[in-house]
């Protein structure tokens, strides 16, 4: 697949890039990516697999709960302490939880809120007061989903944080333009862990209804995070790039 055979050599040289929630899936494939494009490369995750990953990528491996401010800060600021900037900070980690919101529970709530919204404003806070203290860009990219234009039963809450993440980033694109930008991705179905306990006749009808008729490899997220991160897509703010193999176009 061109998303895993072809990254932009030299394309973030000289660049620190920061990815939560690095440990598997999305985020391993953006570390990854990152460091072939000649990054320097900080996973942060809760998860210790994020070890191997930043091992793997020659970079540094920070574990952090997303969800707590203080963690979050010694994130950034061990970032600095490695080396000495933050230009792109990507908040990618999620919690999640299925059922009804009945069924949930104020504490999987905060959790998942936690996280989802709070954890990623807490990021973008503490990566754009280095951005602004070194006087230099930035770019602050959101994982979103196409969860935060459609509703699906039993995800409440987690929808909530990722309707919110694109209210933030259109604000977070304003408040200091042109220097430091903000994108979200928002990806359908990708082929990670986390769906893999999905029975096998319920993924196929979910297959079913995407054009595309797959989920998306998450080395094709990652190439678009590497885009977005670069100078070619220097015009880009404020919105959010849909990768859902128009899954939304149905309507």
Not at 84 to 113: C, M, Y
Not at 199 to 218: K, L, Q, Y
Request: charged content about 20%.
């Amino acid at each position: 697949m061109t998303a895993r055979m072809f990254p932009v050599a030299g394309r973030h040289r000289d660049r620190v890039y920061v990815i939560t929630g690095g440990a598997t899936g999305i985020g391993r494939a953006c570390a990854e990516r990152y460091a072939q494009e000649g990054a320097q490369v900080v996973v942060a995750d809760i998860d210790d697999r994020g070890a191997a990953v930043a091992e793997a990528v020659n970079g540094a491996f920070i574990k952090t709960d997303m969800s707590q401010p203080d963690q979050v800060r010694a994130l950034a600021d061990a970032a600095i302490s490695k080396f000495g900037r933050i230009d792109i900070w990507h908040n990618n980690a999620f919690s999640a939880v299925f059922k009804p919101i009945h069924e949930q529970t104020l504490e999987e709530f905060d959790a998942i809120t936690g996280v989802g919204i709070r954890g990623y404003w807490m990021g973008a806070k503490a990566a754009v007061e280095h951005m602004r203290a070194r006087g230099g860009k930035g770019v602050i990219i959101n994982t979103a989903s196409v969860q935060s234009f459609v509703g699906e039963k039993g995800f409440s809450a987690y929808q909530a944080t990722k309707g919110a993440v694109l209210a933030m980033t259109r604000s977070l694109a304003l408040d200091h333009a042109p220097d430091i930008r903000a994108v979200a991705i928002a990806p359908g179905l990708i082929k990670t862990d986390a769906i893999k306990g999905i029975p096998e006749d319920v993924m196929a009808e979910v297959i079913a209804g995407i054009p595309a008729g797959r989920g998306a490899e998450p080395e094709e997220v990652a190439a678009l995070a590497a885009f977005i991160g670069s100078d070619e897509a220097d015009y880009m703010s404020g919105t959010a790039i849909i990768l859902d193999g128009a899954y939304l176009a149905i309507g």
